[in-house]
């Protein structure tokens, strides 16, 4: 006996698939290592920014009250969507002075780096504009 598959059957079983192999692409970590509670103040220099999916990031060397100074990686959402938040490639250069408002992580860790980490909120930016909040609230990037 020979096994027909008709035309709308590989259809099915091809979207099935594909859906099935999509399935790693929708997976994204939490945010849930940052305190979304907390806000912190970082005034400092920019030393490296990497504008790349999933997420951007920036270091920078600076000072906080009421937490390490030193070297921060703060992590950002993706540059697609920040742009769509006004961000250029360009906001941010290493060497640039600003103000960053940031959750820090829960548990204060230092990463591998040497850096205590951070999830972005807002920044004000060498020529004193600013993007995203800069009032001391808010709970991070978008989700």
């Known amino acids: 006996m020979k096994l027909k598959i008709f035309p709308n059957k590989l259809i099915w079983i091809f979207t099935a698939l594909l859906a ?4 790693p692409v929708i997976a994204h970590h939490s945010t849930a290592a ?32 009421g937490a390490p100074d030193g070297l921060w990686t703060i992590e950002m959402t993706a540059p697609n969507v920040l742009i769509n938040q006004g961000w250029k490639r360009s906001s941010l250069r290493p060497g640039d002075k600003v103000t960053v408002f940031a959750n820090p992580l829960r548990n204060a860790i230092t990463l591998n780096d ?17 993007l995203g909040r800069t009032d001391g609230q808010g709970q991070g990037s978008d989700r």
């Not at 099935?20 to 399935?23: D, H, P, Q, S, T």
């Not at 999933?54 to 920078?60: I, T, V």
């Not at 040497?114 to 600013?130: A, C, H, M, N």
């Open 20 to 23: 099935l192999l999509a399935v």
């Open 114 to 130: 040497g850096s205590q980490g951070g999830l972005y909120i807002g920044v004000i930016l060498k020529d004193g504009s600013t």
């Open 34 to 65: 940052f305190d979304s509670e907390s806000v912190i103040k970082i005034e400092g220099e920019i030393t490296q920014v990497r504008w790349i999916n999933p997420h951007a990031s920036f270091k920078l060397e600076g000072t906080v009250e």
